[in-house]
């Protein structure tokens, strides 16, 4: 009998810790959970590079096509999964938004309870929905998310609720995951990476990760940018900011946890750690989006640095292979475009309207 045509069978996707679990340092307790975060994509952008004004490839890793629409679920997967198998039954973090809405997403997968902290006022809508929906405990801080963070590490010192700020080794542990598979993409680690710093857990994984993958593969490592928001901007400072203000809510930060792992992985790197104004990370919100790529205002921040240095001709991009990370969805934070919006124009049901109105 001939053999009946099956479909392709593609190899399944599991999710991170089924992909690259062998290479993180993870205790043998831990219990996967995963909403099949990761294997998110590298966007060339050959038309962004040119208005840039370089002739240099250039990639969006975008990372708002994780489950909840940001880079968090590669660490959260991880953090979850140890805290499940090491019996937890509750987790707890502070946040700018999206670490609130992972971690609430992949507790409700794992039956485990969330609470999560958020600064009063300062979180946006998608984000805050996001963690509702998923069944946290939402509560709100009358202080920053550096007052926030302080309160989550005293309290899961005192009482059995795990914390998965990026604190906890084992969110970097997962996060490493972004590194691997862009170099798994490009074949090598790219020349630049660019990318947000807030907490600094990203960009101290990112590091890890690459130093990792040349150490076992021969990648090579790239120059890391970090961009802050000029008013939120302790690592370019060098003190910490009391209170911080940017429109990217996400990175509105004054104490990094991780600020000298940060320092340290752009200056190993041959990178730097640099500022950009509200006004050049909302400018290049709107030229991502230009390419059919809408961001979070934060994750714009990464490349709006890379455009402030070439401007200024601080930075030669010239033959150059650059990755900028946008670390989460513009979905997230629908007002600040809908703020500035004017309401689209009402017409009547009428053919001959309408073609006045879009053919003039
Ligand atoms: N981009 C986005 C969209 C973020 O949500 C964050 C951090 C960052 C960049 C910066 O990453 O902290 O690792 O340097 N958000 C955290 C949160 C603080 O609570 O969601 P980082």
Request: glycine residues 12%.
């Amino acid at each position: 009998m001939q053999p009946m045509n099956q479909p392709n069978q593609p190899t399944p996707y599991l999710g991170v810790l089924h992909r690259y679990g062998h290479l993180l340092d993870l205790p043998a307790h831990t219990r996967p959970v995963t909403l099949l975060e990761g294997d998110t994509r590298l966007i060339p952008v050959p038309r962004l590079a040119e208005e840039l004004g370089g002739d240099f490839e250039l990639y969006v890793k975008f990372e708002g096509l994780n489950p909840t629409g940001s880079f968090k679920d590669r660490g959260m997967t991880a953090a979850v999964s140890e805290a499940l198998g090491r019996g937890a039954k509750a987790v707890i973090c502070a946040s700018t938004g999206n670490t609130a809405a992972s971690a609430a997403a992949y507790a409700a997968r794992s039956g485990l309870k969330a609470v999560v902290l958020i600064p009063q006022g300062k979180v946006a809508a998608g984000k805050l929905a996001g963690a509702v929906a998923y069944g946290a405990q939402v509560v709100q801080i009358e202080g920053s998310f550096d007052d926030a963070l302080a309160m989550v590490v005293e309290i899961s010192n005192k009482h059995p609720i795990a914390l998965v700020n990026s604190i906890n080794p084992y969110r970097i542990e997962g996060q490493k995951t972004a590194a691997f598979e862009i170099c798994d993409t490009l074949g090598s680690a790219p020349d630049w990476l660019c990318l947000p710093v807030g907490n600094a857990g990203n960009i101290t994984a990112y590091w890890a990760g690459f130093r990792q993958y040349e150490r076992l593969h021969g990648t090579g490592l790239p120059h890391i940018l970090g961009v802050q928001a000029a008013g939120s901007a302790p690592l370019v400072l060098g003190h910490p900011v009391e209170h911080p203000e940017t429109v990217a809510t996400a990175i509105r930060i004054g104490k990094p946890a991780r600020g000298e792992q940060a320092l340290q992985a752009a200056e190993e790197s041959g990178g730097r750690i640099i500022a950009v104004s509200d006004e050049e990370i909302l400018a290049m919100q709107k030229r991502l989006a230009g390419e059919g790529i809408w961001v979070e205002p934060a994750s714009a921040a990464g490349l709006a640095g890379l455009a402030h240095e070439i401007a200024a001709g601080i930075f030669k991009p010239q033959g150059k292979r650059i990755v900028a990370v946008c670390t989460g969805h513009g979905l997230k934070d629908p007002d600040i475009i809908t703020r500035a919006m004017p309401l689209p124009e009402a017409l009547p049901p009428r053919l001959e309207v309408l073609e006045e109105v879009i053919l003039g």
